[in-house]
Every structure is written in C-alpha cells, then in structure tokens.
C-alpha cells in the first residue's frame, strides 16, 4: 500500500513564497514520473510542473503561467517531491495536489494522488 502526504499549503500575501511537500510512504521500489498540479473554483484540473522521469536531475516542464516562479524539485533519497513557489498572485489561488508514478514492483507501477493542499494568496 502506498500513501501520499502532502503538506506546506497556507496563506500567503501576494509576493510571497510556500514550499509545498509531497511524502509518499509504504512499499515500493521507487517513483518515476512527477508532477504537481492545481485546480481553481470552476477551473479544469491543470499540470502546474512536472518531471518527466525518475531521475533527480530529469527535465521538467512548467506551466508558462508559473515559468520562472516556480521549481519542482525531488529527494528520491526521501520519496518526496517539492514544488517551490514564489512571487505568489492571486490568480494561484487553488487547491494544489501531487501526482507520482510508483513503481510498486519490477513490473508494475501506478499513479496515485496526493490529498490535495489550499494555497490561498491574498492580495
């Protein structure tokens, strides 16, 4: 069983910075493909940045609307994914959630999602 904590949520005036983490726990080998992503009131669920593999040092993909702002980051050391946002605006405002593919045994591997963390940014 595989379990994702996300944490670092909050509110935060405009300009500012968070650091959200996302924890997974339980039995695995490792995960491969990363990314957090966002959804707003009345909004579609978007891809905010990503990694394309399971390397530390992969290439990731960003949002234009969060490009320069934003920086995912991962410890696989840790299984955690990061994602550093600053120069937080109103218009991040949105409840942010992870998304890891696990690689649970030579085979398999599966997608889970994290619970999902407000970011409210005030302006």
């Known amino acids: 069983q595989v379990q994702l904590v996300e944490s670092g949520g909050g509110l935060v005036q405009a300009g500012g910075s968070l650091r959200l983490s996302c924890a997974a726990s339980?039995?695995?080998?490792?995960?491969?493909?990363a990314g957090w992503y966002r959804q707003a009131p009345g909004k579609q669920r978007e891809l905010v940045a990503g990694?394309?593999?399971?390397?530390?040092?992969?290439?990731?993909d960003y949002a234009d609307s969060v490009k320069g702002r934003f920086t995912i980051s991962r410890d696989n050391a840790k299984n955690t994914v990061y994602l550093q946002m600053n120069s937080l605006k109103a218009d991040d405002t949105a409840v942010y959630y992870c998304?890891?593919?696990?690689?649970?045994?030579?085979?398999?591997?599966?997608?889970?999602w994290g619970q999902g963390t407000q970011v409210t940014v005030s302006s």
């Open positions: 990694f394309s593999s399971g390397d530390s040092d992969g290439s990731t």
């Open positions: 339980g039995r695995f080998l490792r995960i491969n493909a």
């Open positions: 998304n890891v593919d696990i690689q649970v045994s030579l085979v398999t591997s599966r997608s889970y």
